[in-house]
Nanobody, 115 residues
Framework: QVQLVESGGGLVQAGGSLRLSCRASGIIFSAYSMGWYRQAPGKQRELVAG???????NYADSVKGRFTISRDNAKNTVYLQMNSLKPEDTAVYFC?????????WGQGTQVTVSS
């Protein structure tokens, strides 16, 4: 049974930082490309950042230079370091594989950035 469990969200002021974690179980984590996704109220879920099994990364234009994705295969965990947060970053953040596997969605973690 595959589980992706996100954590690390919270309420932060604009300009602040948060570090999200996503721990995976039930998969050979090191073999998968992973992604962080977010969904704001009334909007579609979007890809924020991705990392391949080899460590190559890509980012949405809206977060380039502010967010950093990384992974620790020994801990089956993918991270998202978010700096210089803006109110428009407010959303529920999820991790999933790339490509997405619908059955793998977890509960997500809420990030709220106040102005």
């Amino acid at each position: 049974q595959v589980q992706l469990v996100e954590s690390g969200g919270g309420l932060v002021q604009a300009g602040g930082s948060l570090r999200l974690s996503c721990r995976a179980s039930g998969i050979i984590f090191s073999a998968y490309s992973m992604g962080w996704y977010r969904q704001a109220p009334g909007k579609q879920r979007e890809l924020v950042a991705g990392i391949t099994s080899g460590g190559s990364t890509n980012y949405a234009d809206s977060v380039k230079g502010r967010f950093t994705i990384s992974r620790d295969n020994a801990k089956n965990t993918v991270y998202l370091q978010m700096n210089s947060l803006k109110p428009e970053d407010t959303a529920v953040y999820f991790c999933n594989t790339r490509p997405i596997r619908t059955a793998y969605w977890g509960q997500g973690t809420q990030v709220t950035v106040s102005s």
